[in-house]
C-alpha cells in the first residue's frame, strides 16, 4: 500500500559507535532488544499510566501500555509495507523517559526545571537515557542506537526547533521517517481504548455514558448486546472495546494510505520532505478520537480523586526535587559526580525522573517526611 515509503534497515546512518553487524539480527532488531533489555524499560512496570493508587492490579501501568502501543503500531506498520523492526523498537522505547506518577509527574518536573531556566520533556529524557544513563556495554556508554531510533524517539510526537543547537543531530528541518511517525497516533489509539476499559472497570464511567458520549462504542456495544443475549454486561463492554480498537487502527491505516496518496511521496525522503505528517487517522477516527478524549478528560482524568492523588503525587515529586537541591549531598554518587560536570538542577532531574511511583513514595517519607 505505502510499501515505496518503507525505510530499508541497509540505508540506516548507522551507530555513533561502530559495530560490528550481527549474523541473525537487524539493526532495528539490536535496537529493540536493546530497549526491552534496559533497566529503563523494566521500570516503566512500576510507573502510573492513570492510577497512583494500587486501586486493582488489572489496570494499566505505564509498562503495559507500551506494549499495547507496540501491538497497534506494529499492526498498522504491517498493513502499510513499512519497516515493522523499526516502528516496534520505537514504540516499545517512546515512554522510556516518562518520570513518575504520568502527566501530573512530567508537569511537576517541568515546573521545578524552569525554575532553572531549563524544562523537561520526556521524549529529550527517553534520549538521554539511552545515549547516557544506560550503562551495560563495556565499549562505550549508552545503547548505542541507531540512528534512526534516536530521531524517532525525539521527534515522534513533535517537530523539532531549528534554531535549537541541542536538535542539530537530529534533522530538525525535516519531518521524521513515516515509521516514527505512526507512533503518536498509535499511542493515542492505545490509551484512549485502554483508558475508556479502565474507566468502565473501575466505575468512573457508566456504560451508559459511553454509548451515549461514543457513537462507535455504543454501535459495538448494541451489536455486542444483540449477538450475544446472555453474554454479561462485561463481556459486552469487552467485545465493544475490541472492535473499537480495531475499528481505530483500520482508521489509522486507511487514514495513512489516503494521506500519503494525497502527498504524492514516493520515497522515505520525500517523506521528510513534505510541510506535514502523513501518518493520520481517517476523518472518522478523527470524530471518535475526539468524543473518546472529551469523555475521558471529563470522567476520568478529571475525575476529584483522580486529580487529588494525582496531584498529592506531584508535590510530592517536587518536595524532593527541591530537596535535593537544598542537599545535594543525598544525592547517590553517580548524580553527585554528575552535578561536579552538569548543572545540579539537570542531576537532580535525572535522578528523579527514573525513580518509580514506589520509589519516589519511599525516597519522600525517608527524606522529606509528611
Given amino acids: 500500500m505505502t510499501a515505496e515509503l518503507r525505510f530499508p534497515a541497509e540505508e540506516s546512518r548507522g551507530r555513533r559507535y561502530p559495530e560490528s553487524e550481527h549474523p541473525y539480527r537487524g539493526p532495528f532488531q539490536r535496537d529493540r532488544d536493546r530497549v526491552i533489555h534496559s533497566r529503563a524499560f523494566r521500570r516503566l512496570e512500576h510507573k502510573t499510566q492513570v492510577f497512583t ?21 506494529r499492526t498498522a506498520a504491517a498493513a502499510l509495507g513499512l519497516n515493522e523492526d523499526l516502528v516496534e523498537c520505537l514504540a516499545l522505547a517512546h515512554d522510556l523517559g516518562h518520570p513518575a506518577f504520568g502527566h501530573a509527574g512530567e508537569e511537576a518536573l517541568d515546573r521545578e526545571m524552569r525554575r532553572y531556566g531549563a524544562g523537561f520533556d520526556h521524549n529529550r529524557h ?3 537515557i539511552v545515549e547516557h544513563f544506560e550503562q551495560r556495554y563495556a565499549a562505550f556508554r549508552g545503547l548505542n542506537l541507531t540512528f534512526e531510533t534516536r530521531e524517532g524517539l525525539l521527534k515522534h510526537s513533535r517537530e523539532l526547533d531549528p534554531q535549537d543547537a541541542a536538535n542539530g543531530e537530529y534533522l530538525p528541518a525535516l519531518r521524521p521517517l513515516l ?47 444483540r449477538e450475544h443475549p446472555s ?15 480495531g475499528r481505530l487502527v483500520l482508521q489509522l491505516i486507511d487514514g495513512s494510505a489516503a494521506a500519503v496518496a494525497a502527498s504524492g511521496a514516493d520515497s522515505p525522503e520525500a517523506v521528510r520532505r513534505l510541510d506535514g505528517r502523513v501518518a493520520l487517522l481517517a476523518p472518522e477516527g478523527i470524530e471518535t478520537s475526539r468524543q473518546l478524549r472529551s469523555l475521558l478528560r471529563e470522567k476520568f482524568y478529571g475525575a476529584a480523586v483522580i486529580r487529588a492523588e494525582a496531584n498529592a503525587a506531584a508535590r510530592k515529586l517536587s518536595a524532593l526535587f527541591q530537596h535535593f537541591m537544598r542537599r545535594p549531598e543525598d544525592l547517590p554518587q553517580s548524580y553527585r559526580e554528575q552535578a561536579a560536570t552538569e548543572p545540579l538542577h539537570q542531576a537532580v532531574c535525572d535522578y528523579v525522573a527514573g525513580m518509580t511511583d514506589k520509589f519516589l513514595f519511599d525516597r519522600h517519607r525517608r527524606l522529606v517526611g509528611s
Fill in 231 to 245: 453474554a454479561t454486561a462485561r463481556q459486552k463492554v469487552n467485545e465493544a472495546i475490541r472492535r473499537l480498537l
Fill in 126 to 128: 527517553a534520549l538521554r
Fill in 53 to 73: 493508587a494500587p486501586y486493582s492490579d488489572h489496570f494499566r501501568n505505564r509498562l503495559t501500555h507500551t506494549l499495547e502501543v507496540s501491538q497497534v503500531a
Fill in 179 to 225: 515509521e516514527a511517525q505512526l507512533i503518536d497516533p498509535a499511542d493515542e489509539i492505545a490509551y484512549h481504548c485502554a483508558d475508556l476499559d479502565d474507566a468502565l472497570d473501575s466505575g468512573f464511567i457508566a456504560v451508559e455514558d459511553a454509548c451515549r458520549r461514543v457513537a462507535r462504542f455504543g454501535e459495538f456495544y448494541a451489536d455486542a448486546a
